[in-house]
Nanobody
Framework: QAQLKESGGGLVQTGGSLRLSCAAS????????MGWFRQAPGKEREFVGA????????YYSDSVKGRFTISRNNANNTVDLQMNSLKPEDTAVYYC??????????????????WGQGTQVTVSS
């Protein structure tokens, strides 16, 4: 069973940057694709981006493509989300997640077995 813990959230002005980090333990991290999701107040949790187990493949939602970058360090069991050019509509709780099955990437919530507790990102206008 995996444990995931996000860090790095906070308050930033429009146009600013934040870097979120997710530390994983309890499972063979390098075998699993990882994802980032977010949930704004009153809205459903939505896909932000995903990275394959090796880090060689990445996929992003249209709303963040070109502004956000996912990376991972399999030696340290971490996955990061670099967020640039932040907008007020990026305000949400951000979650990292680990897939059920080894390999691959996914955009659906149901493809992910383990979730962190989330970290708040607030972008002021």
């Amino acid at each position: 069973q995996a444990q995931l813990k996000e860090s790095g959230g906070g308050l930033v002005q429009t146009g600013g940057s934040l870097r979120l980090s997710c530390a994983a333990s309890g499972r063979a991290f390098s075998s699993y694709g990882m994802g980032w999701f977010r949930q704004a107040p009153g809205k459903e949790r939505e896909f932000v981006g995903a990275i394959s187990q090796s880090g060689g493949n990445r996929y992003y939602s249209d709303s963040v493509k070109g502004r956000f970058t996912i990376s991972r360090n399999n030696a340290n069991n971490t996955v990061d989300l670099q967020m640039n050019s932040l907008k007020p509509e990026d305000t949400a709780v951000y979650y990292c997640a680990m897939r059920y099955r080894p390999g691959g990437m996914g955009v659906g919530l149901l493809e992910y077995a383990y979730w962190g507790q989330g970290t708040q990102v607030t972008v002021s206008s």
